[in-house]
T-cell receptor
Framework: SQTIHQWPATLVQPVGSPLSLECTVE??????LYWYRQAAGRGLQLLFY??????ISSEVPQNLSASRPQDRQFILSSKKLLLSDSGFYLC??????????FGQGTRLTVV | QKEVEQNSGPLSVPEGAIASLNCTYS??????FFWYRQYSGKSPELIMF????GDKEDGRFTAQLNKASQYVSLLIRDSQPSDSATYLC?????????????FGQGTILTVHP
């Protein structure tokens, strides 16, 4: 069966520090991968998606970047965090004609 | 700009009642619609999806879609306290990709004993 791993679960980082969040998927090949963010009291916003290795599409301009170095690995990064980067970050995957499944999320607090 | 609108609530219903959650969307190109449930501090989990006009039933849940009115709803029959959560409505442009979603802000549902 397919599983998605996302870590860390929680993270507290100072303003200006770098960020790296990782997501891996098991049990499937060539998934579409997504990074979403949920700010406090708001709905999920799509940040990035990837349909293959090295293929990244950005949905909104921001202080973040994404990379997909392997088929089932998706990384979210920042060189310098802002207070506004705080939120609940969710990785999701799907394959052709399946719904999207979410990882357990990373709660990031920038202080 | 593609938008999905939900009544943020909170919606409070007694145990055993029917809870009705509503959602409207602005993009007529949206093809598929999803209802996710999110417990506090947890990630969303899919309840149902619908892409054809009409009703779709799954156990205690019924999703309704009216593309002419750009309206989606979720009915929860025999509501239980365990149904208390935030319900997220999402729209997808469809095709073969259901992960590129536009979400509403969510409706908080409380089912009280």
């Amino acid at each position: 069966s397919q599983t998605i791993h996302q870590w860390p679960a929680t993270l507290v980082q100072p303003v200006g520090s770098p960020l790296s969040l990782e997501c891996t998927v098991e049990g499937t090949s060539n998934p579409n991968l997504y990074w979403y963010r949920q700010a406090a009291g708001r709905g999920l916003q799509l940040l990035f998606y990837s349909v293959g290795i090295g293929q990244i599409s950005s949905e909104v301009p921001q202080n973040l970047s994404a990379s997909r170095p392997q088929d089932r690995q998706f990384i979210l990064s920042s060189k310098k965090l802002l207070l506004s980067d705080s939120g609940f970050y969710l990785c999701a995957w799907e394959t052709v004609n399946t719904e999207a499944f979410f990882g357990q999320g990373t709660r990031l607090t920038v202080v | 700009q593609k938008e999905v609108e939900q009544n943020s609530g909170p919606l409070s219903v007694p145990e055993g009642a029917i809870a009705s959650l509503n959602c409207t969307y602005s993009d007529r190109g949206s093809q598929s619609f999803f209802w996710y449930r999110q417990y506090s501090g947890k990630s969303p989990e899919l309840i149902m999806f619908i892409y054809s006009n009409g009703d779709k039933e799954d156990g205690r849940f019924t999703a309704q879609l009216n593309k002419a009115s750009q309206y989606v709803s979720l009915l929860i029959r025999d509501s239980q306290p365990s149904d208390s959560a935030t319900y997220l409505c999402a729209a997808s442009a469809g095709g073969t990709s259901y992960g590129k979603l536009t979400f509403g802000q969510g409706t908080i549902l409380t089912v009280h004993p």
